[in-house]
């Protein structure tokens, strides 16, 4: 359990009579798509490469920049604090590794044990949201992704993701019934109206 935690507070600060956390917030890789990242000689990111963060069969080089797609799942983290938002701490994350590309290319998201996937505004505070879940990963995980290609997941789908294919077949079966006989219920009630409708609109004739 203890590297499924994460360290969160660093300090507490008053400013201007507000109270603001500061902490180390870990962000995990979900992109799809390669990013480009500026060459130059940083320990740092050097050590990440040859670590095996980012995607080194994918990597090559043109002129001063490289591209590399990061590793899914693969943890990296920024220091931020409860004022800054989702829309800062990616341009943050994205500067930390001279990063080309646009911040707006990309999207914060919570993603839970379940399989529950809710995307962080750009107004909202990334920091306040880990402190709120708990330091515990293994309940949710902070992701970044590519804005046109992460998708929300709400609770009610994600409870069916991890169901092997042969039960979601027999949902699926169970729920074509239910449907079939809700159909043929629907059916005989219109008939039978109809049956009415006919012996009123014959007894006003006659």
């Not at 320990?43 to 080089?61: D, I, L, P, Q, Y």
């Not at 990061?70 to 800054?84: E, I, L």
């Not at 039978?192 to 004739?205: D, G, V």
Request: include cysteine; proline fraction near 2%.
């Amino acid at each position: 359990m203890k590297e499924l935690m994460i360290i969160i507070i660093i300090s507490w600060l008053q400013e201007e009579g507000e109270l603001i956390v500061e902490g180390l917030l870990n962000i995990s890789w979900g992109l799809r798509r390669p990013i480009r990242l500026q060459m130059q000689d940083d320990n740092e990111r050097f050590h990440f490469v040859c670590a095996g963060m980012w995607g080194s069969e994918s990597m090559h080089s043109s002129r001063w920049t490289l591209v590399f797609t990061p590793a899914y799942g693969s943890v990296t983290n920024v220091r931020v604090n409860s004022k800054m938002t989702a829309k800062q701490v990616v341009s943050l994350l994205l500067n930390k590794f001279l990063v080309e590309n646009k911040t707006d290319e990309f999207a914060l998201y919570v993603v839970h044990e379940s399989g529950e996937r809710t995307k962080f505004k750009d107004t909202e505070y990334p920091l306040v949201s880990r402190v709120l879940h708990g330091p515990c990963e293994k309940i949710a995980k902070i992701f970044i992704l590519e804005r046109d290609l992460g998708e929300e997941v709400t609770y009610d789908v994600a409870q069916y993701i991890k169901f092997e294919m042969s039960v979601l077949d027999s949902f699926v079966k169970r729920l074509k019934e239910e449907e079939e006989r809700e159909i043929l219920k629907l059916t005989r009630k219109y008939v039978i109206l109809h049956q009415c409708y006919c012996s009123c609109y014959s007894f006003i004739l006659e």
